[in-house]
């Protein structure tokens, strides 16, 4: 079955990596859970709303201190990006801290491999991952350690007028 491709509404006018910091494991075959965490931060150009700048941040290392992994640092890119003529105005926020944030994503796994190729551990390539936003039940991430349950704080009964 063939698909017929469609223009995508956003465009990437260009990007850069404002910081690359990748540190390597300092043992022989480190074998830690990877942890990944991503921020995100928007900007919509003032003088023309179709107009955005995105920052995102990637940082990724160990789960648990002394279970190293093969690679742990941090990775940060800004793109610049243009919102399609006649793209609903209720829409492009959506589109870009879902696609536009996947977009820089896609650099920064690509920037990351290229630069762990010839690295101590070989290529690092960072999990796929949605910037869409959770609907319905809550997903949980299936490795996650559960946390105790907070305990309550009792509530001082209030004292009757009279």
């Keep these: 079955m063939q698909m017929q491709l469609k223009a995508s509404p956003l465009t990437i006018e260009h990007h850069v990596f404002l910081s690359i910091q990748v540190d390597a494991a300092e043992v022989e075959n ?3 859970r990877q942890t990944l965490r991503t921020r995100r ?3 919509q150009n003032h ?4 107009k955005w700048v995105v920052f995102l941040t990637v940082e990724f290392g160990s789960a ?3 279970e190293p992994t093969p690679y742990s640092g941090k990775i940060s890119v800004q793109g610049w990006f243009v919102v399609a003529e006649g793209y609903p105005e209720e829409k492009r926020s959506a589109l870009i801290e879902v696609t536009a944030a996947s977009i820089l994503y896609g650099a920064c796994r690509e920037m990351l491999a290229s630069f762990t190729a010839r690295s101590v551990h070989g290529i690092l390539s960072i999990p796929s991952v949605s910037f869409e936003p959770i609907t319905g039940p809550e997903v949980k991430d299936p490795t996650a350690q559960e946390k105790p349950p907070k305990k309550q704080a009792k509530t001082a009964a209030k004292p009757k007028k009279k």
């Design 30 to 32: 480190p074998q830690g």
């Design 41 to 43: 931060r928007t900007e």
């Design 64 to 66: 648990k201190d002394g």
């Design 47 to 50: 003088e023309d709303p179709r």
